[in-house]
């Protein structure tokens, strides 16, 4: 089981990225299907809800996703979308606590003491090392008379009590979702949680929590080699767009995070204007609308999150980022490129199901089957989609073949695209299999209202599954020899990968 | 139902107007409150209580197939797609002495080889063609060839799908590819700290037994084709196989379409390598392994309980309270309480055919090493020293029972669970009395099956960490085995 409150960094950046490709390629909708399905409404103050009613089981898949991720951080912030989202689990005024106002004075303290603390800790080599001990020493006992007042974990205690499966959140560069599934009779539970979570939160216990992610930190990008290499492949491709930051910070960034900054930041937009919700499962989307009404209509909106003004310059020449490290060799190829809903997308969506769809993919074929050099290859857009992007190719060679052989194999299919016109068959079978995906997509309502809040959070609308397919199914061959082309350049390359220590 | 519930429920069914709302798009449904939301009560989520859940367990058909074969079949017409597994006895278990990895290269290759009728690029070609997909695995104790496909393209993959059953190639050329993968896979298996932790814990657990049994460098380059094509025959037969379909289908038609499919696939006695009972060893170890990381991983257990064990239950409500989820002892305690770790957890795998593995896990920094160790054995040993809490005990069973439902949420994941209880034997009347069986255990069952079946002074424990910056030595916890990596250079 995925006990982690945030399943963010890796895996969003990277695993999810791979499932949104899968699904953005593919998960188109069901042309009529789901347009009949999805049921739109709006509130007052901005919030958006998504509804599919489905009656398979007397289940409930309730997902809100923030859009606001760690792209909207300034640099004194870094890691903090993500570490809110921890700490979003921590409880409000009234849950989580036995006493709030004999709490917070206390709250208060610790946050000067742990303020003093980084203030001594930043003069580095000039720290007064006595001064250090004491104002840890306080903190720790600070923390300690804290605690006395809080209800451990009641936000998963309650879920919990009532049957509530899969109760998570993740953090990426694009946004922050919060999940839980219920049983179908227990969705006023959920809008008063969540309601109250949204307008209350009291962020108890951060000093600790910092620690807790520190220890993801190292769990995820610096114990594995393969985390490493893609936090560190990706800071390396962007100059200037915040995409290039890692989701979960650099270890100084989260070292230097206060619970201010995490207030500040949470009431600015953590609010209903800023949010989507998508309800699928076993409910009936009239009472579910008078619920979120009654729950979250009298919540005032927040700060719209302003668009980023940084633009990524066009790359003048190829990078080349190495990881040495206690593994064997891994390879990652990324090509600026813009993001959805942009015409251009579409096409990499295309060269995507062309390149590394299945086994009859172009790259599967040569580089595992014919050539041998490689025992895997995907490709995905990452690490973001609210910006523009990465088209990213990712291969594992097989020894005793070396990252440079794979990555010329590689260049010699990008140069066919150029050259070769994608056939009619080619692009026939891909609008099969988003034909396919259009229906997958919606077997599970976590999965459907994963779709949903994405896409209408990064697209716009989650109208954007709709009209994919048809779309994808105007593309010609000559935009795959165009885009690939434009895109597959060595100026506009990067080149990430493992070497053996 | 309480009184405010029920207004609610009134509320709700009057159908009430706009108000505040804007509506969006053609599908958007007139809505809003009739009534001021100032008006409405708002619940409290420690108190509120719930309308009653109507739900059934939703019940497969089970059919036997002229030839043997069990079939389990469950119609679900809402999206045009059908899945069907094969479930066959078979599995790692067996591999013979020598060449460990032939039913993981016999499950990749079976797939990935063709079959006499259709070579295995032809295979390829015409599944994605028609976005269907055939995958063939074996694991330790199952061998499954499962299919998903479009409703309009049932009938072609369903008979690709009995060619691969009945006839596949094991093409050479895919036969050496597979075979390639798996080195590099065993290349790599020291790559990830975790992995090896795990392998390491699982070998100490169930020492020379088939299952901790790994393949090596040499037992893959010793697996024949011949191999291959030899366990496809001994293990693949009518009698041998059980089928889960769920989706799309019509019920009449699917049975013909098996029947047809099937008919004159030769049954012959079954025969199954013996394989022993895992011994009980109840010696503490201290496993060690050099990695320059700056997080150590961190795990330890013993052997544990298998599915016909009647204090599953009691265990089952045991493993929530010590390292089930947020709520557990161990993450409140080591994550939250004390901020050494992001992941901490615990569990016993019920074993389906031997007894499976108690195993608590963990990582965190190197300098907080011995400490978050310590700590883990120590909340252990806690299960065994006094009672639970009645809230504990509560929480534990309400959350176990309520979130029931959820193993049902799917309709293919329906008929899979309810094969999987038929091919490993489970208990008639497992499912159904499965709540009533949690809602039984006390508090005092509970430290009963945690004395009797936890053994913190017995745990094998392993490391793989720098221990250079470990906090203290590990061999505060005993005399500490190193283990040394042997990359396959």
């Known amino acids: ?501 | 139902m309480n009184s405010m519930k029920r207004l609610l429920f009134l509320a709700w069914s009057v159908a009430l107007v706009a108000g505040c709302a804007t509506t969006q798009g053609a599908s958007t449904r007139e809505a809003a409150p009739k009534e001021s939301p100032a008006a409405q009560q708002k619940a409290d989520p420690r108190t509120m209580s719930f309308p009653a859940l109507k739900f059934e367990i939703p019940k497969s058909e089970r059919v036997q197939l002229k030839n043997g074969m069990i079939v389990y079949l469950l119609q679900d017409h809402e999206l045009p797609i059908v899945n069907l597994t094969a479930y066959l006895n078979a599995g790692s278990i067996y591999d013979p002495p020598g060449k460990v990895g032939l039913a993981a290269l016999t499950g990749a290759a079976l797939r990935s080889g063709g079959t006499l009728d259709t070579p295995p690029d032809q295979l390829d070609r015409e599944l994605e063609f028609m976005a269907s997909s055939i995958e063939s695995s074996i694991g330790t104790d199952s061998a499954n060839v499962s299919l998903t496909t479009l409703t309009r393209n049932l009938e072609r993959t369903l008979a690709l799908f009995g060619e691969l059953m009945r006839k596949p190639a094991f093409d050479t050329s895919r036969v050496e590819l597979a075979r390639m993968h798996a080195i590099e896979g065993i290349r790599r298996q020291n790559d990830d700290p975790k992995g090896i932790a795990n392998r390491e814990l699982n070998m100490a657990i169930y020492p020379d037994h088939p299952l901790s049994r790994i393949p090596t460098l040499a037992s893959v380059k010793a697996i024949t084709r011949e191999d291959m094509l030899n366990f496809q025959k001994r293990y693949f037969y009518p009698a041998n196989t059980m089928i889960a379909v769920s989706g799309d289908f019509d019920r009449e038609q699917m049975l013909k379409s098996l029947e047809a499919l099937f008919a004159g696939w030769p049954n012959h006695p079954a025969s199954f390598p013996v394989v022993p009972v895992p011994s009980e060893d109840k010696s503490a170890a201290v496993l060690h392994v050099q990695k320059e990381v700056s997080q150590s991983v961190i795990r330890m257990g013993h052997l544990g309980i298998d599915k016909n064990n009647p204090d599953l239950y009691a265990l089952k409500v045991m493993d929530f309270i010590l390292g089930g989820g947020f709520t557990s002892r161990l993450t409140q305690e080591i994550r939250s309480n004390q901020g050494l770790a992001y992941n901490v957890d615990s569990y016993f795998e019920t074993g389906r055919r031997f007894r499976g593995p108690f195993i608590a896990e963990t990582e965190t920094k190197s300098e907080t090493t011995v400490k978050a160790t310590t700590l883990l054995r120590s909340i252990i040993a806690g299960m065994t020293l006094a009672e639970v809490s009645e809230t504990e005990l509560n929480l534990a069973k309400d959350s176990i029972i309520n979130s029931f439902i959820f193993g049902f949420a799917r309709s293919d994941a329906v008929v899979n669970q309810q094969v999987r209880l038929e091919f490993y034997g489970y208990p008639q009347g497992y499912l159904e009395n499965y709540r009533d069986n949690i809602a039984r255990v006390t508090r005092a069952d509970v430290l009963r099956v945690a004395r009797k079946y936890l053994h913190p002074d017995a745990m094998k424990l392993v490391v793989v960490g720098d221990q250079k910056k470990f906090d203290q030595p590990l061999s505060t916890f005993g005399s500490v085995r190193e283990i040394s990596l042997d990359n396959n250079k």
């Open chain 1, 1 to 501: 089981m995925i006990l982690n409150a945030s399943e963010v960094v890796m895996k969003i950046a990277y695993r999810l990225a791979i499932l949104l490709v899968l699904s953005l390629s593919a998960a188109t909708a069901f042309g009529e299907g789901l347009a009949d399905k999805v049921q739109e409404y709006t509130l007052k103050n901005g919030m958006k809800l998504l509804m599919v009613p489905r009656h398979t089981s007397p289940t409930v898949a309730a997902w809100i996703r923030f859009k606001v991720g760690s792209v909207d951080e300034r640099s004194d912030e870094r890691g903090l979308a993500h570490l809110l989202e921890h700490m979003l689990f921590k409880g409000t005024t009234t849950l989580g606590t036995k006493d709030y106002a004999a709490e917070k004075p206390l709250l208060e303290k610790i946050e000067a003491t742990a303020q003093q603390l980084m203030a001594e800790q930043s003069k580095g080599e000039l720290a007064d090392k006595a001064e250090l001990a004491r104002l840890t020493k306080d903190l720790d006992l600070l923390e300690k008379e804290a605690g006395k007042y809080v209800v451990k974990e009641e936000f998963a205690d309650i879920y919990a009590r009532n049957g509530g499966s899969g109760y998570n959140a993740f953090t990426s560069k694009d946004g922050t979702t919060y999940i839980i599934n219920l049983p179908a009779n227990k969705m006023e539970l959920w809008a008063a949680i969540e309601s109250d979570r949204m307008q209350h939160a009291v962020l108890r216990e951060f000093y600790t929590e910092m620690k807790v992610v520190k220890e993801e930190r190292r769990r995820s990008y610096e114990a594995e080699p393969e985390g490493k290499l893609w936090e560190t492949f990706i800071a390396d491709a962007f100059n200037a767009h915040p995409n290039g930051q890692p989701t979960i910070g650099w270890m100084s960034d989260i070292n230097n995070l206060t619970r201010t900054k995490a207030e500040r930041f949470l009431h600015k937009y953590y609010a209903p204007n800023n949010a989507i919700m998508a309800i699928v499962g076993d409910i009936d989307p009239q009472q579910t609308i008078n619920l979120v009404e009654k729950y979250f209509g009298a919540i005032p909106p927040g700060t719209p999150v302003p668009p980023i003004a940084v633009e990524e310059p066009p790359q003048s020449g190829e990078k080349r980022t190495e990881v040495v490290g206690d593994a064997e060799p891994e390879l990652m190829i990324g090509f600026h490129k813009p993001t959805l809903p942009a015409p251009d997308d579409y096409v990499f969506d295309v060269i995507d199901m062309l390149l590394t769809n299945g086994r009859t993919s172009r790259l599967y074929k040569k580089l595992v089957q014919e050539k041998q050099l490689a025992t895997s290859v995907s490709a995905f857009s990452a690490p973001g989609s609210r910006y523009p992007n990465l088209f990213i190719i990712d291969a594992s060679p097989r020894a005793p073949h070396t990252v440079s052989e794979v990555e010329s194999a590689i260049y010699e299919e990008l140069d066919r695209l150029k050259t070769e016109p994608m056939t009619d068959k080619e692009l026939q079978q891909i609008l099969n299999h988003l034909e396919f995906e259009e229906s997958r997509q919606m077997v599970s309502n976590g999965g459907l209202a994963r779709n949903l809040t994405e896409y209408e959070a990064v697209a716009g609308s989650w109208r954007y599954l709709i009209d994919h397919r048809q779309k994808v199914a105007q593309i010609t061959a000559a935009d795959v020899m165009r885009v690939a082309k434009q895109y597959f350049t060595r100026e506009n390359r990067n080149v990430g990968f493992i070497t053996k220590k």
